[in-house]
């Protein structure tokens, strides 16, 4: 194909990337991923909604990065003579019923924060692509036990399987992400095994499968790659429900454990001062409120991309 | 539990008969049922085999002698091999026996059937709320496409979507308690009230009512009022929002047009033709959307101190007492399995193009 490209033709592309992404025929397959991901960005670009989304996202990912930076002070370091003071010039947010500045713990709680959802999305998606591909693929009995465990763990709320895994894991942030991850996988093979049915009867998988390729390696190499997209898709709208069950187990004290300032728990230690210092309540709230937010926008922003049925 | 559409693409002769249809379905939404509700005796027996707190020193404590812990360990069948624990297991919770509650000292079942009522009680009103606001503001939202209101209506969604709702409970409490006033605070009803009414269905407005105590059931109304609200706007954003896309399905469909072609007023065309066509699909939602309330009820009986089975899983799991969190945790997929079967069957009784 590249011997049609005449040089006319290659110099125009030197000049603008733009009319490389926008040429009508795509002459390597880079090019033409490169292309399907820049017309999905200017789909997602007119969504302001989605934008705003993205935009939440990238300042909470900016504001974990550079945490020592916006705010040089420990998120532990106590100033008890001040303690209880409401937000001021000096404290933002206010300081809390230990004297901490409420501002430095939220800035450092978003470490937490996305440390926990990363960790449940690297955990939850492989676990759920290898449950689902594999059942859509083998099929038979196979498909029946794997399908009918995914529906025991389904027909949990999420909250509550979860609060029920940690109470037997004991408190505490690691297990607040194993139990997680046991409620978030579920969803991800149903999707994996219904993306495998349509993909399993396709010619490539026939001719590899007669070039002598075995199960797991059509299942690993050829069929979960094609996977992917959907299943992170279908995680990154779900990490607004890891924020929230997360939080909320750390609310209820069975996350993360003081004095970590993970946003739940400093919510839960400022219930009792809530009535007379209302801002160690409010302030990780809102901020558990905006983190989730950012992720719904965003996933309903990708999903109005990838899947433009409503339109 | 996937629909069948063989019936529009196959002649009906070559099809088996009715009952026979009928029949295979029975018996593949019981034995789904049957294999799922196993799958949740084994999932909770595993939860409370994973524990790493013995439960035997939690039982006589670690003061005890070794004679009393072989005696102990013996006497829960912790020596047997785990399939026959797992039967004793079963047999146990087939005769509503979940062992006793450390911390209340009552049998788990007397207990649930105590707290229980509470949080009905609160997930109903929620409920009733959800749907009352939710139903007419997802088909406004719909009949008004792309206008102010529909995006009203999706802003107000995505922050019940993404509020932790115990935060939401606590800034209700701190303006409309605290500050305001308007509200009774935490618990049932004021403190003073407590234990005047018997509890004869476990719902404290019926209670109250039918013991004639009115200024008891106005002090509860005063405190369900701020929970059973936000219940009610975690249910009504889920429920907005799958009303708005059913609605819209149905406005685009021809009999819509059909309908304004022959001169049927706006109101008509929205409440007698398209929306009773989403009424069964409503239906499924208003199921799905309780048992969100059961999962929202453990957080907002938490910070509303609601004497409810939130509450009390919750004590339970503070303290590690496996027995009460077994049992809450299975009741509660149960309660999940019957109503996703209700709206399944519902859906199968009410919408004539699944027979």
């Known amino acids: 194909m590249k011997g049609k490209k005449t040089a006319d033709e290659r110099s125009s592309y030197k000049d603008s990337w733009r009319a490389w992404l926008r040429a009508e025929i795509a002459y390597s397959p880079t090019q033409a991923r490169m292309q399907r991901l820049y017309f999905g960005w200017l789909r997602f670009i007119e969504n302001p909604m989605a934008v705003i989304g993205l935009a939440i996202i990238v300042f909470i990912c900016l504001v974990a990065l550079f945490a020592s930076l916006i705010v040089p002070g420990s998120p532990t370091a106590q100033e008890l003579e001040i303690r209880l003071t409401s937000p001021s010039a000096e404290h933002w947010f206010g300081m809390d019923e230990l004297g901490r500045d409420v501002y430095t713990r939220i800035v450092h709680g978003s470490r937490i924060t996305l440390l926990i959802v990363l960790l449940v999305a690297i955990i939850a998606a492989p676990v759920g692509l290898a449950v689902g591909t594999v059942a859509g693929y083998f099929g038979g009995w196979i498909d029946t036990i794997l399908m009918r465990t995914t529906d025991v763990f389904l027909s949990f709320p999420g909250l509550v399987l979860a609060l029920a895994f940690v109470a037997a894991l004991g408190p505490g942030i690691e297990n607040a992400i194993i139990a997680v991850s046991l409620t978030a996988w579920p969803p991800i093979a149903r999707l994996a095994r219904a993306e495998t049915l349509t993909i399993r009867n396709s010619d490539y998988i026939s001719a590899v499968r007669i070039q002598g390729a075995s199960n797991w390696r059509i299942i690993f190499k050829h069929i979960s790659p094609m996977c992917i997209p959907s299943v992170v898709v279908r995680i990154t709208l779900n990490m607004a429900g890891i924020i929230l069950t997360a939080a909320g187990l750390g609310f209820l004290g069975l996350g993360a454990q003081p004095p970590s300032p993970e946003w739940g728990a400093m919510l839960s230690s400022g219930r009792i001062y809530m009535f007379e210092s209302w801002w160690i309540a409010a302030m990780p709230g809102t901020a558990i409120l905006i983190a989730s937010l950012g992720f719904n926008l965003f996933g309903d922003g990708l999903r109005d991309v990838l899947d433009p049925r409503d339109e | ?355």
Request: proline share 4%; net charge neutral; charged share 15%.
């Open chain 2, 1 to 355: 539990m996937v629909q069948n559409n063989t019936a529009t693409s196959v002649p009906r002769k070559f099809l088996a008969p009715v009952w026979k249809q009928r029949l295979r379905t029975a018996w593949r939404i019981t034995s789904s049922v049957v294999v799922t509700l196993f799958g949740l005796l084994a999932l909770t027996f595993f939860i409370g085999r994973l524990l790493p707190i013995d439960p035997v020193i939690s039982i006589i404590g670690d003061q005890a002698d070794q004679a009393t812990y072989d005696a102990v360990f013996k006497k829960l069948g912790l020596d047997q091999p785990l399939y026959i624990q797992f039967y004793r297991y079963i047999s146990d919770v087939a005769r509503f026996d979940f062992g006793t509650a450390i911390f209340s000292g009552q049998l788990v079942i007397e207990d649930i059937k105590r707290v229980f009522p509470a949080t009905v009680e609160l997930s109903t009103i929620g409920l009733l709320f959800g749907a009352l606001f939710g139903v007419p503001m997802g088909v406004f939202a719909a009949v008004y496409r792309n206008t102010l209101f529909d995006h009203f209506v999706r802003v107000f969604g995505l922050i019940g979507y993404s509020a932790p709702i115990f935060w939401l409970g606590l800034m209700g409490l701190i303006v409309f308690y605290g500050w305001l006033g308007w509200v009774g605070g935490p618990g049932r009803v004021d403190s003073y009230y407590i234990g005047i009414v018997d509890a004869v269905t476990g719902s404290i407005l019926i209670d109250a009512v039918m013991a004639d105590e009115w200024e008891i059931f106005w002090n509860a109304i005063n405190h369900i009022i701020m929970p059973g609200l936000l219940l009610g706007f975690i249910a009504m954003a889920y429920i907005a929002r799958m009303t708005r896309s059913f609605m819209l399905e149905q406005l685009n469909q021809e009999y819509i047009v059909t309908a304004r072609v022959k001169g049927l007023s706006h109101a008509r065309v929205i409440w007698s033709h398209a929306f009773p066509n989403i009424t069964v699909p409503l239906i499924t939602v208003l199921a799905l959307s309780y048992g969100l309330l059961l999962e929202g009820a453990v957080l907002t009986e938490t910070v509303f101190a609601w004497p409810g089975f939130g509450q009390y899983l919750t004590n339970a799991l503070l303290i590690g007492d496996m027995n009460a969190v077994v049992a809450c945790t299975l009741l509660i997929g149960i309660i999940f399995i019957s109503l996703n079967l209700l709206s399944d069957l519902f859906y199968r009784v009410l919408d004539p193009r699944t027979k």
